[in-house]
């Protein structure tokens, strides 16, 4: 069955550094959903990803689609402590199909 | 943007005994309502997902006669868990997705179930 991966599982990185978390796929997505749970809390969405090669950013945050859709990328440039949480990719192999989460990036913050 | 609650966000209960958990979209109608089962610092599990007056579809290994899902109106989806057991003890999260399922999920606060 469909897969989805993400890559590191944890990352420690000191405030100011940039951070990458990368997401792939066994499949092609339709679509691939970002979305950060902050310790304690619940899943928040970030953003949708539709287009082959897109790129998104919200401020710091910069969002990749792969060209063959199924990978993608999260990159924060110039990490705060705000930060903090985990990163969980997701997306559906067809319109039809539910949507994969994948386990997530854990990303601590030392100020 | 869209909110969704969940009810009641603790609960402890004994052995045997049955917890309902409520999951409403407040401010949207949700076709579609997703339950999840969250293990400390692990991913999403996909319980089953519930669409309005139709049954619900449950992921493979998931008992539909454990864990009842009743998705009576479009705001409201409900969880019981039967006769509960302490390896129920998890942290359940519901979502809802304003379109077909596919899109973006919003996610309730989760409900801590510890079974004694």
């Known amino acids: 069955g469909q897969q989805v991966m993400q890559i590191p599982q944890y990352q420690h990185v000191q405030e100011g550094e940039d951070f990458t978390t990368y997401c792939n796929s066994s499949?092609?997505?339709?679509?691939i959903q970002w979305y950060k749970q902050r310790p304690g809390g619940h899943p928040v969405f970030l953003i949708q990803l539709v287009k082959s090669g897109e790129v998104k950013k919200q401020k710091r945050l910069t969002f990749q689609f792969g060209e063959a859709k199924k990978n993608s990328s999260l990159h924060i440039t110039a990490t705060q402590t705000t930060d903090v949480g985990t990163y969980f990719c997701a997306g559906p192999k067809t319109s039809y199909d539910k949507v994969i989460f994948g386990p997530g990036t854990s990303l601590s913050v030392i100020p | 943007g869209a909110v969704v609650s969940q009810h009641p966000s603790r609960v402890i209960c004994k052995s045997g005994t049955s917890v309902k958990i409520e999951c409403r979209s407040l401010?949207?109608?949700?076709?579609?309502m997703f339950w999840y089962r969250q293990f400390p610092k692990k991913s999403l599990m996909l319980m089953a997902t519930?669409?309005?007056?139709?049954?619900?579809?449950?992921e493979q290994g998931v008992e539909k006669d454990k864990f009842l899902i009743n998705h009576a109106s479009l705001t409201l989806s409900t969880l019981t868990v039967t006769s509960a057991h302490p390896e129920d003890s998890s942290f359940y999260i519901c979502s809802a997705s304003l379109g077909t399922g596919l899109d973006e999920q919003y996610f309730g606060p989760g409900t801590r179930l510890t079974v004694t």
């Open positions: 519930s669409n309005e007056g139709s049954k619900a579809t449950y």
């Open positions: 499949t092609t997505l339709s679509n």
């Open positions: 401010d949207f109608q949700a076709t579609t």
